[in-house]
């Protein structure tokens, strides 16, 4: 039988902890961040508990009045993408060919050895 997985806080609550964080952290009341939403100061605060998930329309709402990026509000810590949201290959496309080849060489190296992480 497959192992499960561990359970972590419900995916609402998480994107509601989340909302509550960086509201705060830029100095926000929920009567503002309501106002910038079009909704009432009770829909913020039902988002914040994690009794009602955003629409999808209102996450980029959010998103925007809150300056992240969607997976800033779905994150519960446990895998994090580079603070800027960028990828690899993000990061990667700015460089010449051979800059790139170079990088993915030390990367190969470095996973070699230091093998795998179990």
């Known amino acids: ?19 509550k964080a ?17 909704v009432e100061i009770e829909t913020i605060s039902r988002y914040e508990r994690g009794a ?14 809150l300056s992240v990026k969607a997976w800033q509000l779905f994150s519960d810590g446990s895998v994090v993408p580079n603070a800027n949201g960028q990828t690899l290959d993000d990061l990667l496309a700015d460089l010449s060919g051979r800059d790139r080849e170079f990088v993915l060489d030390f990367v190969r190296g470095y ?5 795998r992480s179990q």
């Open 1 to 19: 039988m497959p192992k499960k997985a561990k359970i972590t806080a419900p995916l609402s609550a998480v994107v509601g902890s989340n909302i």
């Open 22 to 38: 960086r509201r705060a952290e830029l100095g926000l009341t929920q009567n503002a961040l309501a106002q910038a939403l079009g």
């Open 52 to 65: 009602v998930a955003p629409s999808f329309p209102q996450l980029e709402k959010l998103c925007t009045a």
């Open 111 to 115: 996973v070699a050895h230091h093998g």
